[in-house]
């Protein structure tokens, strides 16, 4: 089960990440988030084999809105995301694409510039 620790509202860019964590609404977060149409949520996960379901229900009811498609940063490497979390999403309508980290960062800032309705989980690196 993974634990969910602080929020911070509204819809942000990730401005920075490395050195185990995220920058993001002109503030350091150290370890994993999960950044939703509300707003950035904290995440107690270290590596991409910690992803469970519960990101995935706090993303699908998400308050901000329901986000078309989750981008999965996994951390350094790429590592898949288990087919049963993979079902879960596409049986909810979203999208699911699963890359390293900072593959993910920049798809995550593209996705949101463009006003596109997109969440991010992202391991630290």
Do not use: Q, W
């Amino acid at each position: 089960m993974t634990k969910t620790e602080g929020f911070v509202p509204g819809r942000h860019r990730i401005e920075d990440y490395g050195g185990g964590g995220f920058r993001f609404a002109d503030m350091s977060h150290r370890g994993s988030i999960l950044a939703t149409p509300s707003g950035v949520r904290a995440l107690a996960l270290s590596k991409a084999s910690e992803i469970d379901v519960e990101p995935l229900d706090l993303m699908l009811s998400d308050p901000g809105g329901r986000a078309d498609l989750l981008i999965v940063g996994t951390g350094a490497d790429l590592a898949p995301l288990p087919a049963s979390l993979r079902a879960k999403l596409r049986a909810a309508g979203v999208g699911c694409e699963t890359m390293s980290t900072g593959a993910a960062v920049r798809t995550y800032n593209m996705l949101l510039d463009e006003g596109r309705h997109v969440a991010a989980l992202l391991i630290a690196v």
